[in-house]
């Protein structure tokens, strides 16, 4: 466990990245047909909720019916639960199309270059919880007291607004870096006094009676879709296959929520009171819009900022590239 881990590990990780890849991308390599059609290889940043679209297009086999149409042999599946593990991914081309918040995308465009967010699965509010019995009853209480947050994920940028919006810097509180599952243990144990973390994290502490989430949050976490500009270049049938997948599951979700429900929980092998507790936080309706493009931009602007990326840039010009429905 360490503070400020984003700041050191992750993004000095990246940075070895760089070197390495010249020797990686020189390697002899196999045909086009051989290297990428072969296998499509999608990937998701931890286990969320949010990824709700994604996992009922794979629970529905749509990703092997839809890319066999364009050449694909077959699908392969990684969940990455390090940040650095998945940039080491893109950075040697060892997964195409990824499901993710957007700090990891931004993040993981200083290895993947052409990496560009093409769709978005759903929109939701940032939330901290604190445990049942705790006197905390608003952000600016959380002052002198120790917070626990995945470092470089959409909750770590989220978090820092919450405190900034409430008079509070990372100076001010004790961020500390921790998976999921650490910080589960964590909250749990009384060895930090909040979480900012995601569904269904959120919702089995309160179902269990062991949390409750602070009033007074306003950051958003953004689920998108990215796919790496080479993938989708050479094969853009398959590329236009994923989005409009991601945009079926969708309209499945929203004409069909309660099998949705129930493929979800399956799939992250959870209670389904645990999904249903968190299905209304989404917004399965949301699109790559100008607000949630802005979004990026600012967070984009804040990694940088905080040097947690070397610069900012013009998210609607390198990164967010948005697709449409084919006809």
Not at 108 to 137: F, H, M
Not at 239 to 259: N, T, V, Y
Not at 310 to 320: A, I, M, Q
Request: hydrophobic content about 45%; glycine content about 6%; some cysteine.
């Amino acid at each position: 466990m360490k503070k400020n881990f984003f700041r050191t590990s992750t993004y000095l990780g990246v940075i070895a990245l760089v070197s390495a890849l010249s020797f990686a991308l020189v390697l002899p390599g196999c045909s086009k047909k051989e290297a990428t059609l072969a296998s499509v290889r999608i990937g998701t940043m931890g286990d969320a909720v949010d990824y709700a679209p994604y996992m009922v297009a794979k629970s529905k086999g749509w990703f092997e019916d839809e890319f066999k149409k364009h050449g694909a042999q077959k699908v392969e599946y990684t969940s990455f639960q390090m940040l650095a593990a998945l940039n080491e991914a893109l950075g040697t081309q060892r997964v195409d199309i990824v499901f993710e918040a957007e700090p990891p995308a931004i993040i993981g465009k200083t290895v993947a270059k052409d990496l560009k967010v093409v769709g978005i699965s759903t929109t939701l509010q940032q939330e901290i919880l604190v445990r049942s019995n705790s006197a905390i009853n608003s952000v600016a209480e959380l002052r002198g007291k120790k917070v626990a947050v995945p470092a470089g994920t959409s909750s770590h940028y989220n978090v820092l607004k919450i405190l900034g919006d409430a008079g509070l810097s990372d100076k001010d509180v004790d961020i500390l870096d921790m998976n999921p599952e650490d910080g589960r243990v964590a909250f749990e144990t009384g060895e930090v006094d909040g979480w900012a973390i995601w569904p269904p994290w959120v919702e089995q502490q309160v179902i269990a009676g062991k949390g409750r989430v602070l009033s007074g949050t306003n950051a958003q976490i953004q689920s998108i879709m990215s796919i790496r500009g080479k993938f989708q270049e050479d094969h853009p049938e398959i590329a236009q296959a994923a989005f409009d997948i991601l945009e079926r599951a969708k309209s499945f979700i929203l004409e069909h929520p309660d099998e949705a429900q129930d493929l979800v929980a399956k799939s992250l092998k959870l209670d389904i009171a645990v999904i249903k507790l968190a299905w209304p936080k989404h917004d399965w309706k949301a699109q790559l819009n100008q607000g949630v493009i802005a979004d990026i931009q600012t967070k984009t602007d804040f990694l940088a900022k905080r040097g947690l990326i070397r610069s900012t840039y013009d998210v609607s010009k390198e990164l967010v590239s948005p697709m449409k429905l084919s006809q």
